[in-house]
C-alpha cells in the first residue's frame, strides 16, 4: 500500500507544499514542532534512510540544504535543525525544523497554525528559495 506522502506526492492527499523537483517534494509538517517546520521527500517511496541509494541520499541532502537555506531566510530562528526519525511515516523524510531551544527538538510541544498560516509560511519560503 502507498505512504501517506506517497499519497501526498500523487495529490490524493492535500500538502501546503513549498519545493518541488523531479525527484523531491518538500511540504508543511502538519503537526509543527515550530512554524515553518518543513519534511523534505524523495518521491521514490523507501522506507529507512540507510536504504537510500548514494544518489537518491546525496540528492535529497542538497534539496534540504536548499530548502533550510529558505527557512532561516524566511522564520526568525536560532538557526534550522535537521533530524530523520521515520518512526511514524514508513516513507524517508528529512525534517527541518527551525529551532529556538531544545523544546523545538523534542515532538513534544506542537505548534497550532490555521490553514490561512499554513498557506503563508508555505508560499514565504517557496518566495526565498533559490
Ligand atoms: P516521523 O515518522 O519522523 O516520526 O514523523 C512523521 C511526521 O510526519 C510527523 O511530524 C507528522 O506530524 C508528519 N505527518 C504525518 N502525517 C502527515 C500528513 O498527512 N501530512 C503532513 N504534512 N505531515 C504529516
Known amino acids: 500500500m502507498a505512504s501517506i506522502f506517497t499519497k501526498i506526492i500523487q495529490g490524493e492527499i492535500p500538502c501546503y507544499k513549498v519545493a518541488e523537483t523531479d ?29 537510500l541509494d548514494e544518489e537518491t541520499y546525496i540528492g535529497l541532502m542538497r534539496f534540504a540544504r536548499t530548502v533550510g537555506i529558505a527557512i532561516e531566510k524566511t522564520i526568525p530562528c536560532n538557526r534550522v535543525g535537521m533530524t530523520v526519525i521515520g518512526l511514524e511515516v514508513p516513507h524517508v523524510h528529512v525534517h527541518l525544523i527551525p529551532l529556538n531551544s531544545m523544546e523545538d527538538a523534542r515532538f513534544l510541544s506542537k505548534e497550532t497554525l490555521s490553514k490561512d498560516d499554513f498557506e503563508a509560511v508555505a508560499k514565504a519560503i517557496n518566495s526565498n528559495l533559490e
Not at 27 to 36: Q, S, T, V, Y
Request: hydrophobic residues 40%.
Open 23 to 51: 525527484d523531491f517534494l518538500a511540504f508543511l509538517d502538519i503537526n509543527p514542532n515550530a512554524k515553518g517546520h518543513t519534511l523534505c521527500i524523495p518521491k521514490k517511496e523507501v522506507d529507512k534512510i540507510m536504504d
